[in-house]
């Protein structure tokens, strides 16, 4: 297998790597010298109470959340805040099927969950930055897994959490859509069960993979009202191939392979018993769900239904045709009415446990004194 | 190429052959002893205006718009109509790629469209059974293409139209939908650019087009409200393979690309220059479009689009979690509502050129009386 440049440091870089040594997953066995690949933006405050995490989305890397969230002026502002976007294991980034050394390499990489990039992530925050409490963690779609998933393991360290156009349990609709873009690239033959000689050898596989996505990741009115153009595209026909198969086009099917089966098991319930309600109602952080109202994959029905579980949660609801692949900014108002959640999120005084402890023992008092 | 029983007399039947002889298809070729296999119900009264249409959709069979339309006391009832069901051309009752002789057998099969299918069935009923005007046209998917078709082509003759979830011109994001459920059909290498040796040897690429058509024939709610279990299926593992994958798996490949090229090919506005409003506009028939609330492929939103280009038209909405897939009555009320909206639609006065014709006489013996 060569190497794939699209993976580089000059397109998605700067970013370091932090190193889990040999690191144990859910499901079984281990990746030795994980590396966990991460960018920072501001800086870390010296009670180290101003940091954010944001994570990945499928194929995303944290020069696209960069650009996506951040920004001089924006909600996410690293000027007040220290930002630690953490690429998933398996984006290619992060270690992968297809930089990793043998014998976990291309399709013996073993399964990981989203459970082991949150363990992952929890390791490099508290042990290498020695961060104990989170503003904010958020991520869109698989980002929302892992937002969703911080929340609930770490229930003490996440004060508040922005899952957007993401399910805390993955709906069986999407494990199907899953499906159907994981076969688009297994089925090729030139896929030949992962054992791919060259990054785009499997060409066909993704494009097919890439005009699935075109179906599902947008909308029928992004269509119709050929919102396409407002992003440099003249016809449906150059979109398609210029936007979104150039997008898919250079990345390893492997790496994707490795996410697309992370998201389709993603489920906070494994925590507790596969009771999703128990699972959500350990969250202590103030959560905004946020869903998009073209989004066909996670229609804002089916992200309330994760809110209604969620004390204390509210759900907050993004205008935009472009549906769920309007994660990347594509309607013209998208990074307004994400910054504003944002804001009103962060504006929210959060829980806090020397608080809560003072007004439990004020209360304790107050009851010594009536009794005594 | 073998013989495919699944589409056979025992199975779809009894249909009766009408030979349009040499039949010149709109974009150029002729298919000779072009067969139109079509199905009849009830008595065509003397007068022969008590006649309803109703087309097929892709993958459908006279047979299965027989149980989801046709009933003793239904709405559509035999006792009261003659009910005519057309196969259209490819769907493998009447002349399809795979039951033609050569030259034009299997990939060699020409580019058929709607409006092909509309002629066809023009000719059967008005030079085979002498049929004037149509009391009713009415079809789902494919079959509303049809039906508008009719309504714009033979204005005359239509008295009332209900399209049923399907377009007038195909939308940029069927078309996309389409593309890569033939996409599944074609990349398969036992496809072998449709010289396959057998029906059942593109199984793989038979199963992935059937889950494709999973993702986006049903909904979401479909699946989150575990739906399936109301048509005898345990999970949604069992309802895609035993429902969908076994619809799809015993048809001819070579059948489903040629209805599926017709499908994208949609457009009533080819018969007035590209203007779609005038197309529309044509259309003398009573309309009612009938959308399903939780189709993925048209929405109401999109069927609304047509409908009000349609002068004395009007929207009717079936709920139904079920989806585009919902016209084959998998939500338990569909029937009841697919009727009420065809008693309807047929209980109101139809356009009548003799009644028009003696207004305006009576309005002409008026205006002359006053001036004279």
Known sequence: MEKNNYYSQENHGPYQLFNLGDFKLEDGGIISNCQLAYSTFGKLNAKKDNAILITTWYSGTSKIMEKVYLGEGRAIDPAKYFIVIVNQIG???????????????????????????????????????????????????????????????YPDMVKRAAPIAGRARNSTHDFLFIETFMYALTSDPAFNNGYYTEPN?????????????????????????????????????????????????????????CMAWKWQQGDVSR?????????????????????????????????????????????????????????????????????????????????????????????????SMVST
Chains 1, 2 share one sequence.
């Not at 202590?284 to 029905?301: N, R, Y």
């Not at 949660?313 to 307004?336: C, M, N, Q, R, T």
Request: include cysteine; glycine fraction near 8%.
């Open 201 to 257: 050898a499997v060409n066909r596989g993704l494009c097919h993979h890439a005009d699935i996505w075109s179906v599902m990741g947008y909308s029928i009115e992004f269509f119709n009202q050929e919102l396409y153009k407002n992003i440099g595209f003249s016809s449906p026909e150059e979109f398609r191939t210029g936007f979104t198969q150039n997008y898919f086009l250079p990345m390893d099917p492997n790496n994707l392979l």
């Open 91 to 153: 984006n290619g980034i992060s270690t992968s099927p297809h930089n990793v050394s043998d014998p976990l390499r291309g399709p013996k990489f073993p399964r990981v969950r989203i459970g082991d990039d949150v363990r992952a992530q929890h390791k490099l925050l508290t042990e290498y930055f020695g961060i104990e409490s989170l503003e904010l963690v958020t991520g869109g779609s698989m980002g929302a897994q892992q937002t969703w998933e911080w929340a609930v393991r």
């Open 271 to 367: 925590l507790t018993n596969g009771n999703l309600s128990t699972a959500l109602g350990r969250i202590q952080a103030k959560v905004f769900v946020i869903a998009i109202d073209g989004d066909m994959l996670f229609p804002p029905s089916d992200c309330e239904a994760d809110q209604k579980l969620t004390p204390g949660s509210e759900l907050k609801v993004i205008h935009s045709h472009a549906g769920h692949l309007g994660l990347f900014g594509l309607h013209p108002s998208y990074f307004e009415q994400i910054d504003k959640y944002f804001g009103e999120l962060l504006a929210i005084p959060s829980y806090d446990k020397s608080t809560n402890q003072a007004a439990f023992q004020s209360r304790v008092e107050e009851s």
